[in-house]
């Protein structure tokens, strides 16, 4: 059937979608608007399946704390060029994305795409985004922490983001300290929070390096093993977050600094997600 430039301009405000694509669902829907926008949906859903192997390196982190601080959620949403990053659109899609998890608390990605926004999924509005834009919209990262007192931060450019949960608060409001902590690790990226969270793998692979470098330096075999075990306690000194060096004040580790904060003051559990 004929359609006319009216019809085609309706639906195209109405969904975004190129004029021709409309003209398309439209005659092959038979004038039906709810049909075309079914049409031009599945069409999207074809762009994203078709791009599926394409490299999201770009997008952005978005956070969200209660008002009692005492839960946080942290997603990363990725996209393959930063001109879309910056995108009002890919930024509402995002924040309405992490508004609906923090509301909703998938436990998965899977979960989360699931997850309705009004009447549609959180995967259908991805693919209506990515069938407007032409390019690859995924979520890459979802984590979601609760504690006594939960504070976020995001690095400068939206593509670095932390989660930080402050332990033995006493309900003081610890928001300054728990943002330094949060910058420190998205300065330093710590394998862990202390000693006791590094896995075995990670601490028998360091034992190792440490032995084979002293066996290279020429130490006796008698002594390379206390060699190794001196490195393995530079290596937790230098990637585990309470015991690192303060970047603000570096006489001082993160654990002494929270303590000088308030007695007892210290970390249970940090998330940090970062795209590219």
Known sequence: MAVTAKEVNKLRQMTGAGMMDCKKALVEADGDFDKAVEILRKKGQKVSAKRSDRETNEGSVFVRTNDDKSKGIIIAIGCETDFVGKNEEFIKLGESITDAAFNNNPATIDELKQVKIGNETVEDKITELVGKIGEKIDILSYEIMEGEQVVPYVHAGNKLGVLVSLKNTDGSDLTDAGRDVAMQIAAMNPVALDKDGVDSATVEKEIEIGKEQARAEGKPEQIVEKIAMGKLAKFFKEN??????????????ISQYLNGVKNGLTVSEFKRISIG
């Open 240 to 253: 585990t977050l309470l015991e690192q060096a303060f970047v603000k004040d570096n006489s001082q580790s």
